[in-house]
């Protein structure tokens, strides 16, 4: 089964919950830990990006060490085109919309497509979102961050992306951001898409994770959190209940 397709047929049941790993910040090892704790916790995935540093040949030994411990999708989440792996189950084939430099639009997906044609990922288009504060994420993508009360560019934004038949869209608040993206922006934005809404960013515990989720978010995406708790997996149990205690309203 393609993973956006196992993703498709879990959202039809549940929201969904996911884990972002950055092999940058961990050891090999490390990042299997992690990935099988979150697999227990019960997310549905994990995703390992974040970084600007990681190396290819680190990223592929991160990788296989976390397939090899879990039997749930490991999805690329890219930061740039040099350090790709086809060890990955797909990667999330992306545009940051609100960008100022035209590279991260599409002159880095540019650069990809040719190696993930040849290494043979499945690819899963999404619209990529930076909202205030952006964090280090707004900064690297030179992104012009959609204000947090401005509803109206942030809906705009995501009905472009649908538009162009990208499968989902993300809003992202930055990785470690003081807040999340507000709960008014996601509802706003969830009423006009019909294609599944990733958020993430400064989802710390299971009280704001059940607040993004109930907003509207389709997919919630915590990462910080396992880097800085002492029991990941008492941590990510309770923020992946908080995700799913919440009804399902999807048009997909």
């Known amino acids: 089964m393609k ?20 092999p940058e910040k961990l050891s090999p090892k490390e990042c299997a830990n992690i990935a099988y704790l979150a ?12 970084s600007t540093g990681i190396d290819a040949d ?31 189950d797909a990667i999330y084939f992306m545009s940051l919309l609100n960008s100022k430099d035209i590279k991260y639009i599409i002159g880095e997906q540019m650069m990809a497509s040719p190696i993930i044609k040849d290494i043979g990922i499945e690819t899963i288009p999404m619209g990529y979102v930076i909202v205030e504060p952006g964090m280090k994420v707004g ?13 109206k560019t942030a809906i705009g934004y995501a009905l472009a992306a649908e538009f162009l038949g990208m499968k989902f869209v993300y809003l ?13 922006m996601i509802e706003a934005v969830k009423n006009e898409l019909s294609i599944p809404l990733i958020v993430g ?7 704001a994770a059940s607040r993004i989720s109930e907003a509207g978010a389709d997919i ?9 708790s002492k029991d990941v997996e008492g941590a990510l ?4 209940k908080g995700v799913k205690s919440t009804t399902i309203i999807n048009r997909f």
Do not use: C, W
Request: hydrophobic share 40%; aromatic share 4%.
């Open 3 to 22: 993973v956006i397709d196992y993703i498709r047929s879990k959202l039809r049941l549940e929201k969904l919950h996911m884990t972002l790993i950055d």
């Open 39 to 50: 697999f227990l916790a019960g997310t549905d995935a994990v995703m390992v990006g974040g």
């Open 58 to 88: 680190n990223l592929d030994s991160s990788v296989q060490a976390m397939k090899d411990k879990v039997p749930i999708p490991i999805i690329q989440f890219p930061s740039h085109s040099k350090a790709l792996s086809s060890n990955f």
């Open 139 to 151: 900064e690297m993508g030179d992104a012009d961050p959609v204000k947090r009360n401005d509803l």
């Open 172 to 184: 992202e608040a930055g990785s470690g951001a003081p807040e999340p993206v507000p709960p008014e």
């Open 201 to 207: 960013g400064g989802i710390r515990d299971a009280k």
């Open 220 to 228: 919630v995406v915590t990462g910080t959190i396992v880097e800085l």
């Open 237 to 240: 149990r309770n923020i992946v």
